[in-house]
T-cell receptor
């Protein structure tokens, strides 16, 4: 059972454009939604994260939009740059404050930003 | 501050063998989690250790086991290797509850 569904699988964007990646979850107990960025040969690195008490969080060019009723959240990358080319993973967890903490990941989106 | 380190970075084994992977968390981090990453299944949670105790376990067979030492370093063991165990094994550490989880570069295991 895939608890976090991510789309699209791959995305090509021109430099300066907006990249949008979407995720949907099933488990309403999830209370922490991070996005990770992974470059080839590296481990995932946390980009930005959100909790369900807010609908949007922005950090620089990266914004998470969260829709609790639809059980969906998305990552927007404004002014996309070639250096943003990487694989992006959405994730979700419950109980981030204590035990039973584990991240459930989406399958990933390979983003290519053309110069 | 040094990040999460994993050794070895690459490993080739044959079916039926066993393997031990090592993870050194960021200094001061007491929680270590392990994940398996494959093209087909993506990133899947294996287990988490905190203060030498396993606190959570994913849906993997008993061939996958781990432990954590008093200095927070962790090892993961896979016995009776199968071809399907070929993957990137990632270790992640965090200071404690509610803290950000930081990933290491992973150990790429190839089972022939």
């Amino acid at each position: 059972q895939q608890q976090v569904k991510q789309s699209p699988q791959s995305l090509i964007v021109q430099k300066g454009g907006i990249s949008i990646i979407n995720c949907a979850y099933e488990n309403t107990a999830f209370d922490y939604f991070p996005w990770y960025q992974q470059f080839p040969g590296k481990g995932p690195a946390l980009l930005i994260a959100i909790r369900p008490d807010v609908s949007e969080k922005k950090e620089g060019r990266f914004t998470i939009s969260f829709n609790k009723s639809a059980k969906q959240f998305s990552l927007h990358i404004m002014d996309s740059q070639p250096g943003d080319s990487a694989t992006y993973f959405c994730a979700a967890s419950k109980g981030s404050g204590g035990s039973n903490y584990k991240l459930t990941f989406g399958k990933g989106t390979l983003l290519t930003v053309n110069p | 501050k040094a990040g999460v380190t994993q050794t070895p970075r690459y490993l080739i084994k044959t079916r039926g063998q066993q393997v031990t992977l090592s993870c050194s968390p960021i200094s001061g981090h007491r929680s270590v989690s392990w994940y398996q990453q494959t093209p087909g299944q993506g990133l899947q949670f294996l287990f988490e250790y905190f203060s030498e105790t396993q606190r959570n376990k994913g849906n993997f067979p008993g061939r996958f086991s781990g432990r954590q030492f008093s200095n927070s370093r962790s090892e993961m063991n896979v016995s009776t290797l199968e071809l399907g165990d070929s993957a990137l094994y990632l270790c992640a550490s965090r200071r404690g509850a509610g803290e950000t989880q930081y990933f290491g570069p992973g150990t790429r295991l190839l089972v022939l």
